[in-house]
C-alpha cells in the first residue's frame, strides 16, 4: 500500500517563501515585456516611413495598452488573493522597504492610470480606431482641447512611469549584485534551481 505523506498546512507556513510564487512572476515579466514594447512603438512613431506604418504602430500600441491595463488588473486581484510573497530582508533600513513599497504601489497605480488616459485621447479624436482585430467605435465628436490635454497628461504619466521604472530597475540590480540578499532572485523568471541531485 502507497502512504501519501502531506506536510500539515503550519509547517508549510513555518519557513518564509525565498520566491514570489510562479503566477506572479509569470505577470511581472510579461508585463515588463509589454511595456518594453509600448515604449518603443509610441517613440518609433515619429520614424515611421508613411501614414500606413504609423497607423500600424499605434494600432500595436494601443491594442497592447489595453492588454496592460488587463493584464495589471489581474495581476493585483492575484496579488491581493493568491499571490505567495517573500518578506524583504529583515536587515533593510525601513526607509528602504518603504521606498520600495511606495515605488511598487505607484507603478501598479501607472500600470492602471497610463492605459486610460491614452484611450481618453484616442476616443476624443472622435474617428472609430483598431485595437487588435476588433474596432472601437465612435464615441463623441473631435474635442481637439480635449485630445490635448489627455495627451499632455499621457505624456507626462509615461515619463513619471519610466522615472519609477529606472529607481525601481536599480533598486532591484542593487540587490542583485550589491546586497546580494536573494531579492533579485525573489522575482526571477526562471524556475528554482533545486539542490536535490
Ligand atoms: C501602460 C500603457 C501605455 C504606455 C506606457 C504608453 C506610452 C506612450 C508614450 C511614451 C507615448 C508618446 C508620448 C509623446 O511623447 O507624445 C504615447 C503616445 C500615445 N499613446 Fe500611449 N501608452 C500606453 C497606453 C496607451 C493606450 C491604451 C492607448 C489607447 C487606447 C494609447 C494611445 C496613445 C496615443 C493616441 C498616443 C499619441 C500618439 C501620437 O503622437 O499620435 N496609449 N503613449
Ligand atoms: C517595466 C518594468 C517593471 C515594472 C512595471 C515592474 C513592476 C514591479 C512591481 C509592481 C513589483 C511588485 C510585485 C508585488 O509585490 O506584487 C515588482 C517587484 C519586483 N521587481 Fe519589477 N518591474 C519592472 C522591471 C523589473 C526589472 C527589469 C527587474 C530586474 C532587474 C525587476 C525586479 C523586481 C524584483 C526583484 C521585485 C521584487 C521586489 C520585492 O520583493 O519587493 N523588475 N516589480
Known amino acids: 500500500m502507497n502512504a501519501l505523506v502531506t506536510l500539515p498546512p503550519q509547517s508549510q507556513l513555518a519557513v518564509a517563501p525565498a520566491r514570489f510564487d510562479a503566477v506572479s512572476r509569470a505577470f511581472h515579466w510579461i508585463s515588463v515585456a509589454l511595456i518594453v514594447v509600448l515604449f518603443a512603438s509610441a517613440w518609433s512613431l515619429s ?3 508613411d501614414g500606413e506604418e504609423a497607423a500600424q504602430l ?4 494601443r491594442s ?3 492588454t496592460i491595463w488587463v493584464v495589471a488588473l489581474a495581476r493585483l486581484t492575484w496579488r491581493l488573493r493568491f499571490a505567495v510573497r517573500p518578506p524583504l530582508p529583515r536587515s533593510l533600513p525601513a526607509a528602504q522597504r518603504l521606498a520600495a513599497a511606495v515605488t511598487e504601489g505607484a507603478l501598479y497605480v501607472l500600470m492602471l492610470v497610463q492605459p486610460i488616459t491614452g484611450l481618453v485621447q484616442s476616443l476624443a479624436r472622435g474617428k472609430p480606431f483598431q485595437l487588435f482585430i476588433f474596432e472601437a467605435p465612435r464615441v463623441m465628436a473631435r474635442d481637439k482641447p480635449l485630445v490635448s490635454l489627455f495627451h499632455e497628461i499621457h505624456e507626462a504619466t509615461a515619463w513619471l512611469l ?3 521604472i529606472g ?3 536599480a ?3 542593487f540587490h542583485g549584485l550589491v546586497r546580494r540578499d536573494g531579492v533579485l532572485r525573489s522575482m526571477a523568471p526562471w524556475p528554482a534551481r533545486s539542490t536535490r541531485p
Open 162 to 164: 519610466l522615472g519609477l
Open 64 to 66: 497592447l495598452g489595453v
Open 171 to 173: 533598486a532591484a540590480l
Open 58 to 61: 499605434l494600432t500595436l500600441h
Open 47 to 49: 520614424l515611421a516611413r
Open 167 to 169: 529607481l525601481h530597475v
